[in-house]
């Protein structure tokens, strides 16, 4: 038993670091690289093929989804009030730096090893979550890099509408055509092997600053992140993949896209500030994932 978990685990594990890697050293022999032609194919196209896709492939119910979604809250809600309170104490921008906290990487990283570890159903729960993350992205995550809030990203948020549709597909329970499943299943694949190529990309050139604290609240990120998602699963009485899915996704670091939003909207310090943040927390996870991912196939099944 013990060595067909831990074959799993090295199933599960490898595929993802390995794209990562390679992303890594590729960005490493070409510093000049534009990585943001990857980032703008995936936020227009791919992440909203791979949201529909994995939203509609299984016989996902939108009673479930719509659980998911207020479970998702729910957790960001306890992560900000985790990052408010330690920012408080390192005496750091607790707006423009809060983002890093609250929103793991969830798209990049986590619908990966949730698909490795429980398939079709697996994948479409971690893509419901994945979706809430990706609206808050676009509207919390940059009020938060702004200091003031603004509708205009969420109403050019392709995602956002992509969402809307699979909602609708799921509540009426239509059929989606063979053709359209076909190729949202082409570029939602491609689209998870680009953005692990990029996150490694950019953590090639992101670089680390103000040591200590960055450590503090990379740890926080990755320890905290399954201790509430621990607790919510009891509260909810969450069991098997569903379970195993949400303990994943809150474990994982930091997520790329609040850098680059706050590169964006937020002042250099700041940004440097968070910049630090996902480097050392994706770094360090590649200690703590086997770990979560070894608690969700033995606790969760």
Do not use: W
């Not at 992140?225 to 699963?233: K, L």
């Amino acid at each position: 038993m013990e060595i067909e978990i831990l074959k799993k685990l090295f199933e599960v594990i490898f595929p993802v670091f390995f794209i990562i890697g390679i992303g890594y050293l590729f960005g490493k022999k070409n510093t000049d690289f534009d990585s943001n032609v990857i980032t703008s194919f995936a936020g227009t196209v791919g992440v909203p093929s791979l949201l529909f896709y994995s939203l509609t492939l299984s016989d996902l119910d939108f009673n479930i989804f719509l659980k998911f979604a207020g479970i998702t809250l729910l957790c960001i809600g306890l992560f900000a009030l985790m990052g408010v309170t330690l920012l408080i104490v390192l005496k750091r921008n607790v707006l423009r730096e809060l983002p890093p906290i609250i929103l793991p990487n969830m798209g990049n990283m986590g619908m990966a090893f949730c698909l490795f570890a429980y398939g079709a159903k697996g994948f479409s729960i971690a893509s419901a979550i994945a979706s809430v993350i990706m609206i808050l992205h676009f509207t919390v995550n940059i009020f938060l890099a702004k200091g003031k809030f603004s509708i205009e990203p969420l109403l050019k948020s392709i995602p956002l509408y992509v969402i809307c549709i699979a909602g609708i597909f799921l509540y009426f329970k239509i059929p989606v055509p063979k053709f359209v499943s076909n190729t949202t299943m082409l570029l939602g694949y491609t689209t998870i092997v680009l953005v692990l190529s990029s996150l490694g990309i950019a953590l090639s050139s992101l670089k680390t600053v103000s040591i200590k604290k960055t450590l503090i609240i990379s740890f926080a990120r990755l320890i905290g992140g399954p201790i509430i998602a621990f607790t919510v699963i009891k509260f909810f009485g969450l069991t098997g993949y569903q379970a195993g899915v949400l303990f994943i996704q809150c474990s994982m670091p930091a997520a790329v896209l609040t850098y680059l939003l706050a590169k964006m909207y937020s002042p250099k310090e700041q940004a440097d500030n968070i910049a630090s943040v996902i480097a050392a927390s994706t770094f360090i996870s590649v200690v703590t994932i086997p770990v979560i991912v070894f608690i969700a196939l033995t606790a969760f099944g």
